[in-house]
């Protein structure tokens, strides 16, 4: 759908296998994103990030993330993310 801001957001399917590395337990991590594909959890479907630039002042914006599961036929958001510059 076309719409005047379409660049403020971005919707991505996670695979399994990487969509815990979004969960606050990851976050603390000393190493939360360096993972290695596990072929066996590469199934797509069952995960989808929705990412939104958000206007601030200066020259990077900040951005949103929520992590979406679906949980007993329901969409919902498991996990989000807020990045400031």
């Given at each position: 759908m076309r719409q005047e801001d379409e660049d403020a957001y971005t919707v991505v399917a996670v695979p399994d296998y990487l969509a815990e590395l979004f969960l606050c337990d990851k976050e603390s991590s000393k190493h939360s994103y360096d993972v290695s594909p596990d072929p066996k959890r590469k199934a797509y479907g069952n995960y989808y990030t929705v990412l939104f630039s958000l206007?601030?002042?200066?020259?990077?914006?900040?951005?949103?993330?929520?992590?979406?599961?679906?949980?007993?036929?329901?969409?919902?958001?498991?996990?989000?993310?807020?990045?400031?510059?």
């Amino acid at each position: 759908m076309r719409q005047e801001d379409e660049d403020a957001y971005t919707v991505v399917a996670v695979p399994d296998y990487l969509a815990e590395l979004f969960l606050c337990d990851k976050e603390s991590s000393k190493h939360s994103y360096d993972v290695s594909p596990d072929p066996k959890r590469k199934a797509y479907g069952n995960y989808y990030t929705v990412l939104f630039s958000l206007r601030t002042p200066g020259e990077h914006s900040a951005a949103l993330t929520l992590l979406w599961a679906k949980e007993t036929e329901k969409w919902k958001i498991i996990a989000y993310e807020l990045l400031a510059p």
